[in-house]
């Protein structure tokens, strides 16, 4: 019997060379390199649209707080609007941000120690790396922090503002439009609408302030009036940090010394005298939510021209704004 015929073997394939590998690797590599930072850009681009419809809302809120009590909030009301209870702009705002159920909480004694430790997830910027940043007592949540920061004008608390007749000296007056301290007897200045001569779309209302973390004694920026109120000046020498080191207000470290007036300028977590003035996460400038509502990303380079638009009524108009 003759023997079986077999197919001749298939021709191999030849396996890729160790040069064609590297070739394809560092093709890939370069591709992803291309990539990565156009991915990062629209990242950062939609979360720096989130954080300015924040600021839209918060702005919204204080409009609608306006139109229920014909004034803009004050920076901070020390038990005036609701006996026994502080509230900052914001905790003044939260009826009018469809958080209505947390204002009654926040305003209630049986449930005010509950409702402060609620977390807002309007009031923190999407671009914040830490995410909402909380206020620790000991290992115990006792409130949380906001990026978002009342322009009282040029400085944080009005030190060298003349003020106003209707203004004694303990309600420390500014220019801006969410400003003052209403402390029994010591009311500030009432804002509204009609008082913004220099005109609401030339105003300043909210900017962006990133929060510093940890415990009551050195948190800066809550949410709600406690402690470290979330307001700032375009200008401002009333310092939350004395030196570049220091981790709690009034704190004489030893560190490199924070200048003043602290002007709308890049800054970081790390250097301690940054969270004397209104910066950003986002690359090259911050969101500011004006007095007519509108919402506008203004870059590092108009620091100086924020000084005019932090002001109601000086007649100071900035050119091109």
């Known amino acids: 019997m003759a023997p079986t015929p077999y197919p001749p073997p298939a021709a191999r394939r030849p396996a890729f060379t160790l040069i064609e590998l590297l070739v394809v690797i560092a093709i890939i590599a370069v591709l992803v390199g291309l990539l990565l930072p156009a991915v990062q850009k629209v990242r950062e681009a939609a979360a720096r649209a989130r954080c300015a419809n924040n600021l839209k809302q918060l702005a919204l809120g204080c409009h609608l707080f306006h139109d229920a009590n014909d004034r803009f909030p004050v920076a901070i009301d020390r038990g005036r609007l609701t006996p026994g209870t502080w509230l900052g702009w914001i905790g003044q ?44 007592s000991g290992t115990a949540v006792y409130s949380w922090t906001t990026g978002y920061v009342a322009i009282t004008g ?23 439009v969410i400003q003052g301290k209403w402390d029994g007897s010591l009311r500030p200045k009432f804002v509204s609408v009609v008082g913004i001569t220099d005109g609401a779309s030339n105003t300043l ?36 940090r004395e030196t570049e080191t220091a981790t709690a207000r009034f704190q004489q470290d030893g560190g490199p010394p924070c200048v003043v007036p602290a002007y709308f300028g890049p800054g970081d977590l790390a250097n301690k005298c940054h969270f004397n003035h209104l910066w950003s996460f986002h690359s090259g400038g911050g969101n500011f939510a004006f007095a007519d509502g509108s919402v506008r990303f203004l870059p590092y380079s108009a620091s100086q021209a924020l000084i005019p638009l932090a002001t109601r009524d000086a007649g100071d108009l900035a050119a091109g704004f």
């Open 154 to 176: 040029l400085d944080r608390w009005g030190k060298g503002y003349p003020g106003n007749p209707a203004s004694p000296a303990g309600a420390y007056p500014s220019e801006g």
């Open 93 to 136: 705002s939260l009826s009018y941000l469809e958080q209505g159920n947390l204002y009654d909480e926040l305003t209630s004694p049986a449930t005010n120690a509950t409702a402060r430790t609620r977390a807002v997830a309007l009031v923190t910027c999407p671009s914040d790396p830490r995410g909402q940043v909380p206020v620790m």
């Open 205 to 240: 209302l909210i900017g962006e302030q990133p929060p510093e973390s940890g415990t009551t004694s050195n948190v800066v920026n809550y949410w709600n009036s406690l402690n470290n109120d979330a307001i700032m000046g375009v200008a401002n020498q009333s310092k939350l």
